[in-house]
């Protein structure tokens, strides 16, 4: 029996590896009886599958209870069916395989990776299926990841880096859905009780709002068996309603929140794009010359390259449903606060009036272009690739016509995107840290 | 289901597949450059690195960080290219770059499609022997490093204490020394400084050149050739690194540590050998295995017994560095739940240890800890990257990259026999260190103040 079964993993071992490499990724995508989105590309080479089911259940949903969804999500894998939290984590480790859960501003998920081998990965996905579909949500369980959820919060008052992003957040979205942390605050999670992570639950983990992602070494059939086996179990639900649109700041504002740091943290932006933004492309290769072209980049230059101001210095756009945010973001030495943030306020403000150079836009695209292949080199990435688009209902070739988005930006269309969108007289600065006296070395 | 056919199964699968799928070819220069490739061709992409045997725990006193800090100037420009032109021609060729320096080693990466590699191997040979290192660029990127040791670390409470702590407990191992360096040594290099450390650690036969990706191997030997070939080799083989072997520690250390923060933190660490030093190879492999026992997912103890069971936790982890080239800390971490304290973690965590020492671990637990390991080897070659990882730095620190393919059968053939005596040879109480964080308040003085500018 044993040397039966190695002779035929081996085999099929082989025969992976000899399969020649796929260039693109193959997107299939198709919808259960009950409205569940599955979307699957087969992966050789390696006998592992990644699994990643996605529900419109993120932070934007937690209403006016800040750190419900993250709550929700972070009890799932602590109770479920006849199962204890330690008989979860056995029935996964005894396999290899590893289970993660995790939300986002729109999305919560639940994630597997396991081994193909077939009785291994049935113990695998078994025990996924009954996580999602009969979490207990028991009172002492809760109690005590509800304590461990308030002591991250409160620890997170050690941070003056995130302390500066809830402050940012705020600042940009003020009572939108995207203005409060993901984690909640001591003040809201201190007043759940579990029957709140119930209703949660219950509202959005079901077949009508779920989709499932599934990157390996899986048949098309296997796979359709698989999202079967995880969805059957749900209700089917309904769709939450769409999120509010983002209510745009009307003026500029500045918030210096003291902290005894020896570097101040600088965040200034504004809500910038979201994914099926007609203008995504020109924000994007514009914002990768502006500052999001890691060790090459305007921001970086002015910032870091040639004033030695920060270690960091980057722009970036987090494209969500709604209008996610356009950050540009240092840190500095507290005396150097003023002159670091005029540098970055100029950058900005002479990349959207004069708008990025040929060459610049040049040498953007051949980067861009150039390490096209990598951004899904991985099953990993390619996951969250294959996530992304299957969460925001993207078109399936979106990596496929991706070069050919990026190749059609010009420096105009990137100059009159800016000109619109970024607005430096609706920037919303904060700055965390100590204060002006000149901080010890 | 049969457990234990499962088990079995589990067990062979992972040894086939690196058996199989693992090919490394090693070629050395004429010049001592060592080349190591491992094709792989599920994406046309390939990962460059340079390996250089240098980090910290080469450093004297008094220029402590310098590895890291010569790190930085490496982008500042050659005979051939200017400051900045490195990253500006990597990035226009679609590639992703950057370096990083540890105890034991500084390496140097570009990720590209694979067709590209002659552009990182040409920036990567000139830069090996031919580096400009400028009073002005130092001046700038002493800033810039002392703006990244105040972010990871000064402005980081718990980063802030495993430096202290570190400081506590290696006598006079160079593991005591910040990878970043201390302060006033940041403060005070000279360019004469970073020239002397260049010339004495980079050149061909001080590196290793790591290739993973859809490359053929004959032809990436025969492009490090026509790059690397004609550099010249240097004569740091002739300064021997001083073995700087750590004393013998005599008792049980302790201290506090009082910084601004919201949460107290524990922090153990015993002193123990690693691969390279120990005497019998299996007691690493067995450390590793405990570590696994302890800290190996979330069944495993430390996570069942003291966040989810006795509730004395909120956060708990063990940890262990078997491939370290110098003897190393077998590490514990804690921080203790609300009306907890860190001497309730102590305690705590000594009893785990002692249980060690005292039982064997269930077969059940044992086979957990190897599961996962088996299965990590097959998803670590989902990433080249992470693969050249490996190679690279199990060279570099002198254990070869053979280790990676014994690895999994090494931590297979571990007893729960060999865990207990491990356990009670290393995990003593005369070699253990202990920091406990005691928080101040975070200034009272948080105040905002807010302005509108009122534009439109």
Redesign the interface.
Same mark, same amino acid.
Do not use: C
């Given at each position: 029996?044993?040397i039966q079964? /190695?002779s035929l993993? /081996?085999l099929a071992? !082989?025969v992976a590896?000899c399969t #020649? @490499?796929q260039?693109a990724a193959k997107i299939e995508h198709w919808q259960t009886s009950q409205g569940s989105r599955i979307y699957y590309v087969h &992966? $050789?080479?390696?006998?592992?599958v990644d699994i990643q089911v996605a529900f419109d259940a993120g932070s934007a949903r937690d209403g006016s209870q800040f750190g419900l969804s993250a709550l929700t999500s972070g009890m799932l894998?602590t109770g479920a069916g006849q199962w204890n @939290?330690?008989q979860? @984590?056995?029935r996964? $480790?005894?396999?290899?395989?590893?289970f993660s859960s995790s939300i986002s501003n729109d999305m919560a998920s639940v994630s597997l990776?396991? /081994?193909t081998?077939k #009785?291994?990965f049935d113990?695998a996905l078994e025990t996924l299926q009954v996580i999602l579909t009969r979490p207990s949500f028991n009172e002492a369980d809760f109690q005590?990841e509800k304590?461990?959820t /308030?002591?991250?919060l409160?620890?997170q008052?050690?941070?003056? @880096?995130e302390l500066a992003h809830i402050?940012y957040y705020k600042a940009l979205y003020n009572d939108h859905p995207y203005g409060h942390p993901g984690s909640g605050l001591i003040a809201t999670v201190s007043g759940f009780n579990v029957t709140d992570l119930r209703n949660f639950y219950q509202n959005y983990y079901v077949a009508a709002n779920a989709m499932v992602v599934i990157v390996g070494d899986l048949s098309r059939s296997q796979a359709e068996q698989t999202a079967e086996t995880l969805i059957s179990g749900l209700p089917v639900g309904h769709k939450p309603e769409v999120l509010p649109e983002v209510v745009m700041p009307?003026?500029? &504002?500045?918030?210096?929140?003291? %902290? #005894? &740091?020896?570097?101040t943290h600088v965040l200034v932006g504004m809500p910038g794009t979201y994914r099926k933004d007609v203008d995504y492309f020109n924000l994007y290769v514009g914002n990768h010359i502006l500052g999001g072209?890691?060790? !090459?980049s305007k921001l970086f $230059?002015e910032v870091? $390259?040639?004033?030695?101001?920060?270690?960091?210095a980057s722009s970036s756009f987090a494209p969500m449903f709604r209008k996610g945010p356009f950050t540009l973001s240092l840190?500095?030495?507290n005396d150097q606060t003023v002159l670091a943030l005029d540098v970055l306020n100029k950058t900005l403000a002479d990349f959207i009036a004069q708008g990025p150079t040929e060459a610049e836009l040049i040498?953007a695209k051949?980067?861009?272009?150039?390490? %096209?292949?990598?951004r %899904?080199?991985?099953?990993?990435k390619l996951l969250s690739y294959v996530s992304m688009i299957g969460f925001y209902e993207m078109p399936l070739d979106y990596l496929d016509t991706f070069q050919q988005n990026v190749e059609k930006v010009t420096t105009v269309s990137i100059k009159d995107a800016f000109k619109r969108r970024i607005d430096p007289?609706l920037m919303q600065t904060i700055t965390l840290g100590g204060s002006d006296k000149k901080s010890e070395? | 289901m049969n457990k234990r056919l499962l088990c079995a199964a589990l067990l062979w699968l992972p040894v086939f597949a690196t058996s199989a799928a693992t090919k490394v070819s090693e070629q050395v220069l004429d010049n001592g450059l060592k080349i190591l490739v491992k094709e792989d061709h599920r994406s046309p992409v390939a990962v460059s690195q340079v390996w250089y045997k240098v980090g910290s725990s080469y450093e004297p006193g008094g220029i402590t960080g310098i590895s890291h800090m010569l790190e930085h100037m490496m982008f500042k420009g050659t005979d051939k290219h200017a400051a900045g032109e490195f990253s500006r021609i990597v990035a226009e060729n679609g590639g992703e770059e950057n370096a990083f320096t540890g105890t034991d080693y500084t390496a140097y990466f570009q990720t590209m499609e694979a067709s590209r590699l002659a552009v990182s191997f040409e920036l990567e040979a000139d830069r090996m022997r031919n580096l400009h290192l400028l009073a002005d660029e130092l001046k700038k990127e002493l800033q810039v490093v002392t703006e990244e040791r105040r972010m990871r670390t000064d402005d980081n409470p718990q980063a802030k204490m495993q430096e202290h702590f570190n400081a506590m407990a290696y006598t006079n191992s160079p593991y005591k020394n910040p990878v970043i360096g201390w302060p006033n040594d940041i403060e005070n290099y000279k360019v004469e400084d970073l020239q002397a450390w260049y010339q004495r650690w980079y050149a061909p036969n001080n590196a290793t050149l790591v290739v993973v990706g859809d490359v053929d191997t004959k032809a990436v030997f025969a492009l490090a050739e026509r790059y690397f070939g004609p550099l010249k080799s240097c004569d740091c083989q002739s300064y021997t690194l001083k073995p700087q072997a750590e004393v013998e520690q005599l008792g049980v250390r302790k201290m506090t540590i009082k910084l601004p923060a919201k949460l107290p933190t524990l922090v153990m660490g015993y002193k123990v050998p690693v691969l390279k030093t120990v005497q019998h190879e299996w007691e690493a492999y067995a450390l590793e295995v405990l570590a696994g026992v302890l800290d190996g997912g979330s069944s495993a103890r430390l996570e069942s017994g003291l966040v989810r069971g006795k509730q004395l936790a909120v956060s708990v982890g063990a940890s262990y560095s078997l491939t370290s080239r110098l003897p190393e800390l077998f590490t514990l971490e804690a921080t203790p739940a609300e009306g907890k304290t860190v001497w309730n973690l102590e305690t705590a965590l000594k009893d785990e240890i002692a249980q060690l020492q005292i039982k064997l671990v269930d077969n059940d637990e044992l086979q957990r800890i190897k599961a996962q390991v088996l299965a990590k080897a097959v998803y670590e070659r989902d990433s080249n990257f992470y693969q050249a990882m490996q190679l690279g730095m199990l060279e570099t620190v002198g254990l070869g990259w053979k280790v990676v393919d014994q690895y999994v059968e090494k931590v297979n053939q571990v007893t729960a026999e060999q865990v207990r005596e491990v356990a009670q040879k290393y995990l003593l109480e005369d070699k253990l260190s202990v920091a406990y964080l005691e928080p101040l308040p975070i200034t009272g003085n948080i105040t905002e103040s807010k302005t509108e500018i009122g534009v439109r």
């Open positions: 029996m044993r079964l /190695l993993m /081996l071992w !082989v590896f #020649p @490499a260039a &992966s $050789e080479g390696l006998p592992m894998d @939290a330690d979860i @984590a056995q996964f $480790e005894s396999v290899g395989a590893q990776r396991t /081994l081998d #009785p291994l113990k005590r304590n461990r /308030l002591a991250g409160k620890q008052e050690e941070s003056p @880096a402050a009307v003026k500029a &504002s500045k918030q210096h929140i003291d %902290f #005894p &740091s020896s570097q072209g890691g060790l !090459v $230059e870091r $390259e040639k004033r030695g101001l920060a270690y960091s840190q500095t030495r040498a051949k980067n861009i272009t150039g390490g %096209f292949a990598m %899904f080199d991985t099953n990993k007289q070395k | -």
